[in-house]
């Protein structure tokens, strides 16, 4: 008899009511109005009075978070869920933390949960480091021997013992961070929710939290990770699902979904940014597909700025599709074509030949800024395929150790007027 999953989602489905003020026409009368506001008002009273959700505005728009999102997660699983900014993932984790109620659909769970969704949730602001400890397990389920066996180990993983006794309203940010992680991990949860906890803290709180989740895994519990972080998604989980527009696009095996994810965000696409013309921006991309099949990169950057650049500089990082940086260059200290300076509409390109990584997927991060001043724009996960690859091939995802690692490859990097 199979066993059955620690966590079950069928058909789950959340819809919010948007609402939507009419624009007004110049001739509109102060009986219109009034007219307009007292709908207004009828219909505020008349949800309040059914318990509906109460949306202010003249029209009324459903917007789906998530949409007929099924999956199962078995006992001591480390699920990653992916997707971009809006996709439905940290709604999804609300709903299974019974933070919110679904609109339709099932959640079935089996075992105590502990959430980690955003900083110093479930946290008094008045109150100590220490007395949060305390309340904070009482609310993930905990009893008070239970918080007191594990509290030293809180403590110290969370490193905030010199102010223990402080409110944590005065606290910063990774100090609250590093304390709800501690809380949420060391309290032993048969499941575990956490959603971009690697977003804020320092490098070394990151790794700690890795290796953390890593035991906690090992142990045989259950957890549920949303990051934008594909090295951590790939290091850390057996599977991923990916989440787009509310709805469940991929789920699998956790290379598959990372690549799957990569394709869908800007595959072999010429961009094109909308520019603010009270400031200077990228105004588009362009990448030689065909210099990429040889393995060479021919990339030109185009932007514009309502005062002349004084001298207009770009950068790139060439990550492989987990993440890990592979090899950089900056026109900084690259600068070895044309320059024009002063420019208040130009574009700067970037050509390397012969780039000594094996055919596939990578990312290419963007970069373009002044060299005198403050300005930059960046553009992140433009996937390219580098070389000729076989079709179907997974090869790419797990470079072999000769190309891990940063690599000093030389790049010419020129600025031209538009």
């Known amino acids: 008899m199979a066993a059955q999953p620690v966590i079950r989602v069928e058909q789950l489905s959340k819809r ?74 940290s709604t999804l984790l609300k ?87 501690a809380v949420a991990a060391h309290l032993e949860p048969e499941i575990l929710i956490v959603d971009e906890v690697l977003a804020v803290g320092d490098a070394e709180f990151q790794r700690k939290c890795l290796g953390k989740m890593h035991d906690v895994a090992g142990s045989g519990r259950t957890v549920l990770f949303v990051s934008h972080n594909m090295a951590a998604i790939n290091s850390l989980c057996h599977r991923a699902v990916q989440l787009s527009g509310g709805e469940l696009v991929f789920q699998g095996e956790v290379a598959e979904a990372i690549e ?59 990550r492989a599709i987990g993440g890990e940086p592979l090899w950089g260059s900056n026109g900084r200290f690259h600068p ?18 012969d780039i000594p990584l094996v055919p596939g997927k990578y990312i290419l991060s963007i970069w373009l800024g002044d060299y005198y001043t403050d300005f930059d724009e960046k553009i992140d996960l433009t996937v390219i395929t580098l070389g000729r690859t076989e079709p179907g091939s997974l090869d790419h995802l797990r470079p072999p150790p000769a190309v891990q690692g940063y690599l000093d490859w030389g790049a010419r990097w020129s600025v031209l007027p538009a």
Request: proline share 3%; aromatic share 8%; with cysteine.
């Open 16 to 89: 919010y009511l948007i609402g939507h003020e009419r624009a007004t026409r110049g001739g509109e009368t102060f009986r219109e109005m009034l007219m307009s506001n007292g709908r207004r008002l009828v219909r505020t009273a008349r949800d309040m009075a059914r318990g509906r959700q109460i949306v202010q505005g003249d029209e009324i728009e459903a917007f789906w978070a998530l949409k007929d999102v099924s999956f199962d997660v078995q006992q001591g699983e480390v699920l990653g869920v992916i997707g971009r900014n809006g996709a439905g993932k």
């Open 336 to 353: 070895s074509g044309e320059q024009v300076n002063g420019l208040t509409e130009g574009v700067v390109r970037c050509q390397v030949q």
């Open 95 to 181: 709903v299974l933390s019974r933070i919110t109620e679904p609109f339709a659909g099932r959640v079935t769970i089996r075992g105590r949960v502990a959430s980690l969704l955003e900083v110093g949730t479930g946290f008094h602001p008045e109150l100590t480091g220490r007395e949060n400890i305390f309340l904070n397990g009482a609310i993930l389920g905990m009893t008070r021997a239970e918080v007191r066996r594990k509290f030293d180990e809180i403590v110290a993983f969370a490193e905030v013992e010199r102010f223990l006794d402080t409110p944590v309203k005065r606290y910063s940010s990774g100090m609250y961070v590093r304390l709800a992680f």
């Open 260 to 318: 799957h994810y990569s394709s869908t965000l800007a595959e072999e696409t010429d961009l094109v940014f909308p520019a603010d013309p009270a400031r200077a921006a990228i105004t588009g991309i362009r990448i030689d597909r065909e210099a990429l099949k040889r393995r060479d990169l021919d990339l030109t950057i185009a932007f514009r700025s309502p005062v002349p650049v004084a001298r207009p500089i770009g950068g790139i990082v060439l």
